[in-house]
Structures are given as structure tokens and as C-alpha cells.
């Protein structure tokens, strides 16, 4: 669903493009995106949002409205105000597909264009890919955790409002969720959409038996029963079992049938429901479980024998409670200047070591095992620089530089993961659909060495900088850049 954001920026933006508009309007820069520490202590991140910055970018656009918004801050000349009416992205984006596994500092996103042009897309570029990106990490590591079994986004009543809702259910699709209870967010992108019933659906009848008896002559085929409202085990277990023995009588088949159980220990919960829908003849009866579910909790009822099937969760996931922000960032990294053929590097230094950026036009390649196609280590190296897999490749960590490593030639492969956007203001890239992209992350995930997908104390994957580029940045470095 296409939106004009044009206005969805930060102040400062606009202040800045004005400045520039009277001193450096021909100049040309490169920004790059990227983030710094993986969410939630794992080793990789999702990345997420390319769809909806191809849509922001193809919609940039100042209404009339706009511009007399803007005019009435008594903030803009009209010479200025003039520019922005007329105002359309003439650059260039190369970003990393929607659904790869990514690693802190490489490039996700760079922009190349008029300076004035990329200075106005940062704020919205990162409130789209950092929301996404994060929701799609953190579905990645609970889907991990529940091992195979099916994991249901239920968050939306819980999300920070409509648009974390849909775009979030969006994400966490993408990193593996099989469907959302998101009704918007699945016309919007053709996703499955799942449900059951609430409790005030049980509360509404005279009896329980009698709320299960009508839930599952109107649902034949999606007949699962939430059993807790008064007594899992005693009452809404026995309950439930007593309607799918009423419907075999009737000679209903239930398609997919079972419990849901929503709140006390649900380890303990689910293998007495197990044992009683077995003995029961029910053993294709489903338990589905949700209740404040995260990854670790996942992780550990799984660990002590719960018979649950599917999980729902919700607000851990759609908020990603335990790391609520991404930290995505956009730098410059060079400069044309008017009159230049070539950019010039820019680097950003900091007394912080990891704050410091690394410069000039890269690109990144991903570097495979050839036997076992597992990720070897990611190389972030200049645009213009080639490589040959059938020779040998030296790696260095370029923090501590005495760790390094030569791979044979013939031994591995590479891949560039930044590709082409929009160029010259043009879109030539079409975005999948939104399951074909969940198909591909699954895809990628499986590239990672399983001591890197641990939840605990994973095993980081190693990205490093080509010479030429480890060369330039200390060169900058140590020319100390002028103040």
C-alpha cells in the first residue's frame, strides 16, 4: 500500500538541505547504512524494510501542503521552498535483499546521490529498515528455538500502534513465522492469517462444553479450543475431548483439531493433556501454547519435554522485548566534489574504536565454504576491487590484525550481496513476495555453522576488511583529518 512520507524526516534534514542548496547543492556523496551490535546477544541479523523504502523513495514528493507547512516555520527561504515542489530522487540505492542474514558494520543500504537528495532519505530509510530488521531477527531466534515446530505471530493488540503491527507482523514472517493473527497485515501482503478463540467466547455460554460444542460446528477445519478459562485439566481438557468424540459421532471429520493452552506451567500442562487426549484416540489432536512466550522460555519448555505443537507468540516478538531498538546508522562515506571525476573518502572518527566508520565506496562479499556452502566470513572492500576465487585469499581481522587466515583457491566461493535499487532515480528492482522472501531467509539461516544460531554465547562469523580498504582507513587515520 503506497504512502507519501515525504514529511516523515527529522527537522535537521531539511535544515541541512537548505544549507546545502546555497553552498554545496552540485556536490555528490555516498552514505552507507549499517548497525554495530547484533540484537538480543545472537550473532547475525535479519535484514528487513526493502520493500517499503523502494515505495517511500518512489513517493518522495512535496504536496502543496507541504510546502506551505514548511513555509509557515518561517525556517525556509522560497528559492528553497521552489526546489522542494519540484523535488525527485535522481540517485542511486544498492542494498542487501530483504530476508539475508547480515553482520554489524557491513553496508545493508548505500546511497549515492546529490547531497542534498541524501541527506533528506536518512531518516525514513532507518525507521524502516532498523523497525523491520529487528522484528525479523528476533521471529529468526524464536522460530530457532521452537525446532521445527510451527510459531504464529499473535502480537498486533500489543504492537506500539498500527504501523509496528502490520509491518512487524510483515517482519517476523519473513524471519519464519508460518502466519500472523494480523488480518490487515495479510491482505496487504498475502500472508496466512491464524486464529482460534478468545476467552470471552468460553464466558458468553452457559457452559464450557457448550462454547467448544458451537466453536467447532462452525470450524470444522480449525478446531482448536482454548482450555483454560476455568480448569485445564479438570474441566476445559475433559471439555474438549468430550466435543471431538460428539463430532466423530456425528461423522464430522475435524481437519486440524485441539487445545490451546494460554496460561500455569505449561510443561506440566501440556504432557497431562498429551497423556489424556491419547488415551482419549485423539493422538493427532494439536497443542498449541502461547502465554508471554520468547525464544528462551521456548528454549527451555522444550528442554523439560513439552508436548507443544505450534507456539503463539506475542508482545516479546512484535515489541522485541528484550532489545526494543535495531541501531541501525547512516554516514557518510564520501564525497564528490563539484569539479571531481572521483569521490573523495569520508571517515567519521570517534574515542569510541567501533564508532569509527570505515570509508569510501565498498560493496560486500559473503564467502562460502565450497563443500559444505556454510559462511566462512563476509569481506566489506572498495566497489572497484576484484577477486578470483580460484586463487588463494588471505583474511584478517582488521581489529587484531596477527589473526589472520589463507583459504586455498578452489576452496570457496563468493558472492556480492549488495545489488542495484534504483538507478539514476529509477527502480529496477522488483521485491518478492513476502513468503517467497520467508523461503529464502530460511535458506540463508541455513548458511550459518549452528554454533553461530546458538541463543546463548553464540559463535560470531568474522567480518573483515580487504587491504586496499584496511589500508585507506588508517591512512585516513593517521593523516589526521583536518578540523
Given at each position: 500500500?503506497?504512502?507519501?512520507?515525504?514529511?516523515?524526516?527529522?527537522?535537521?534534514?531539511?535544515?541541512?538541505?537548505?544549507?546545502?542548496?546555497?553552498?554545496?547543492?552540485?556536490?555528490?556523496?555516498?552514505?552507507?547504512?549499517?548497525?554495530?551490535?547484533?540484537?538480543?546477544?545472537?550473532?547475525?541479523?535479519?535484514?528487513?524494510?526493502?520493500?517499503?523504502?523502494?515505495?517511500?523513495?518512489?513517493?518522495?514528493s512535496f504536496s502543496y501542503d507541504d510546502i506551505?507547512?514548511?513555509?509557515?516555520?518561517?525556517?525556509?527561504?522560497?528559492?528553497?521552498?521552489?526546489?522542494?515542489?519540484?523535488?525527485?530522487?535522481?540517485?542511486?540505492?544498492?542494498?542487501?535483499?530483504?530476508?539475508?542474514?547480515?553482520?554489524?558494520?557491513?553496508?545493508?543500504?548505500?546511497?549515492?546521490?546529490?547531497?542534498?537528495?541524501?541527506?533528506?532519505?536518512?531518516?525514513?530509510?532507518?525507521?524502516?529498515?532498523?523497525?523491520?530488521?529487528?522484528i525479523a531477527t528476533k521471529a529468526s531466534r524464536?522460530?530457532?528455538?521452537?525446532?521445527?515446530?510451527?510459531?504464529?505471530?499473535?502480537?498486533?493488540?500489543?504492537?506500539?500502534?498500527?504501523?509496528?503491527?502490520?509491518?512487524?507482523?510483515?517482519?517476523?514472517?519473513?524471519?519464519?513465522?508460518?502466519?500472523?493473527?494480523?488480518?490487515?497485515?495479510?491482505?496487504?501482503?498475502?500472508?496466512?492469517?491464524?486464529?482460534?478463540?478468545?476467552?470471552?467466547?468460553?464466558?458468553?455460554?452457559?457452559?464450557?462444553?457448550?462454547?467448544?460444542?458451537?466453536?467447532?460446528?462452525?470450524?470444522?477445519?480449525?478446531?482448536?479450543?482454548?482450555?483454560?478459562?476455568?480448569?485445564?485439566?479438570?474441566?476445559?481438557?475433559?471439555?474438549?475431548?468430550?466435543?471431538?468424540?460428539?463430532?466423530?459421532?456425528?461423522?464430522?471429520?475435524?481437519?486440524?483439531?485441539?487445545?490451546?493452552?494460554?496460561?500455569?506451567?505449561?510443561?506440566?500442562?501440556?504432557?497431562?493433556?498429551?497423556?489424556?487426549?491419547?488415551?482419549?484416540?485423539?493422538?493427532?489432536?494439536?497443542?498449541?501454547?502461547?502465554?508471554?512466550?520468547?525464544?528462551?522460555?521456548?528454549?527451555?519448555?522444550?528442554?523439560?519435554?513439552?508436548?507443544?505443537?505450534?507456539?503463539?507468540?506475542?508482545?516479546?516478538?512484535?515489541?522485541?522485548?528484550?532489545?526494543?531498538?535495531?541501531?541501525?546508522?547512516?554516514?557518510?562515506?564520501?564525497?564528490?566534489?563539484?569539479?571531481?571525476?572521483?569521490?573523495?573518502?569520508?571517515?567519521?572518527?570517534?574515542?569510541?574504536?567501533?564508532?569509527?566508520?570505515?570509508?569510501?565506496?565498498?560493496?560486500?562479499?559473503?564467502?562460502?565454504?565450497?563443500?559444505?556452502?556454510?559462511?566462512?566470513?563476509?569481506?566489506?572492500?572498495?566497489?572497484?576491487?576484484?577477486?578470483?576465487?580460484?586463487?588463494?585469499?588471505?583474511?584478517?581481522?582488521?581489529?587484531?590484525?596477527?589473526?589472520?587466515?589463507?583459504?586455498?583457491?578452489?576452496?570457496?566461493?563468493?558472492?556480492?550481496?549488495?545489488?542495484?535499487?534504483?538507478?539514476?532515480?529509477?527502480?529496477?528492482?522488483?521485491?518478492?513476495?513476502?513468503?517467497?522472501?520467508?523461503?529464502?531467509?530460511?535458506q540463508e539461516l541455513n548458511t550459518l555453522w549452528?554454533?553461530?544460531?546458538?541463543?546463548?554465547?553464540?559463535?560470531?562469523?568474522?567480518?573483515?576488511?580487504?587491504?586496499?580498504?584496511?589500508?585507506?582507513?588508517?591512512?585516513?587515520?593517521?593523516?589526521?583529518?583536518?578540523?
Amino acid at each position: 500500500m503506497s504512502r507519501n512520507l515525504t514529511l516523515l524526516t527529522d527537522f535537521y534534514e531539511l535544515t541541512m538541505m537548505q544549507g546545502y542548496f546555497k553552498s554545496k547543492a552540485k556536490e555528490h556523496v555516498i552514505f552507507d547504512v549499517f548497525y554495530r551490535v547484533n540484537p538480543s546477544g545472537g550473532s547475525y541479523a535479519i535484514t528487513a524494510g526493502l520493500e517499503q523504502v523502494i515505495d517511500y523513495i518512489k513517493n518522495l514528493s512535496f504536496s502543496y501542503d507541504d510546502i506551505d507547512y514548511l513555509r509557515n516555520l518561517n525556517m525556509f527561504d522560497e528559492d528553497f521552498l521552489d526546489y522542494l515542489a519540484s523535488y525527485h530522487f535522481s540517485g542511486d540505492i544498492y542494498a542487501i535483499p530483504e530476508g539475508s542474514v547480515v553482520f554489524p558494520k557491513e553496508p545493508l543500504v548505500k546511497v549515492i546521490a546529490p547531497i542534498m537528495e541524501a541527506q533528506l532519505v536518512e531518516t525514513a530509510i532507518l525507521n524502516i529498515i532498523n523497525h523491520q530488521s529487528l522484528i525479523a531477527t528476533k521471529a529468526s531466534r524464536v522460530v530457532y528455538a521452537a525446532g521445527g515446530d510451527a510459531v504464529m505471530e499473535f502480537g498486533l493488540r500489543r504492537a506500539q500502534g498500527p504501523d509496528a503491527g502490520i509491518y512487524g507482523a510483515r517482519a517476523a514472517v519473513i524471519g519464519g513465522c508460518v502466519g500472523t493473527s494480523n488480518v490487515l497485515c495479510g491482505q496487504q501482503f498475502d500472508i496466512p492469517v491464524l486464529g482460534t478463540h478468545a476467552h470471552s467466547w468460553i464466558m458468553s455460554f452457559e457452559t464450557e462444553y457448550d462454547a467448544f460444542y458451537r466453536y467447532a460446528t462452525y470450524y470444522p477445519n480449525n478446531c482448536i479450543l482454548l482450555v483454560d478459562t476455568y480448569d485445564t485439566l479438570k474441566s476445559g481438557v475433559p471439555n474438549a475431548i468430550k466435543v471431538f468424540k460428539k463430532k466423530q459421532e456425528e461423522g464430522v471429520k475435524l481437519e486440524k483439531f485441539g487445545i490451546r493452552l494460554d496460561s500455569g506451567d505449561l510443561a506440566y500442562l501440556s504432557k497431562q493433556a498429551r497423556q489424556m487426549l491419547d488415551e482419549a484416540g485423539f493422538p493427532d489432536a494439536i497443542i498449541t501454547a502461547s502465554s508471554d512466550l520468547d525464544e528462551n522460555l521456548i528454549y527451555s519448555l522444550k528442554t523439560q519435554g513439552a508436548t507443544i505443537d505450534s507456539w503463539g507468540v506475542g508482545t516479546n516478538l512484535i515489541t522485541s522485548a528484550d532489545c526494543p531498538a535495531f541501531g541501525g546508522v547512516y554516514k557518510l562515506a564520501g564525497i564528490r566534489y563539484e569539479g571531481d571525476e572521483e569521490f573523495t573518502p569520508k571517515i567519521k572518527v570517534s574515542e569510541n574504536p567501533a564508532k569509527v566508520t570505515n570509508p569510501g565506496n565498498k560493496t560486500v562479499y559473503r564467502i562460502y565454504n565450497k563443500n559444505t556452502g556454510k559462511i566462512k566470513a563476509d569481506l566489506i572492500c572498495l566497489s572497484d576491487e576484484v577477486y578470483d576465487e580460484s586463487k588463494d585469499l588471505k583474511l584478517f581481522d582488521p581489529e587484531a590484525t596477527w589473526k589472520h587466515t589463507t583459504l586455498p583457491g578452489g576452496s570457496y566461493t563468493m558472492k556480492e550481496l549488495l545489488v542495484p535499487i534504483f538507478i539514476k532515480g529509477q527502480c529496477v528492482y522488483q521485491s518478492p513476495k513476502v513468503m517467497d522472501i520467508r523461503s529464502y531467509c530460511q535458506q540463508e539461516l541455513n548458511t550459518l555453522w549452528d554454533e553461530s544460531r546458538r541463543l546463548m554465547y553464540p559463535q560470531e562469523v568474522y567480518v573483515d576488511l580487504s587491504k586496499p580498504l584496511f589500508d585507506l582507513k588508517h591512512q585516513l587515520l593517521n593523516n589526521k583529518i583536518p578540523l
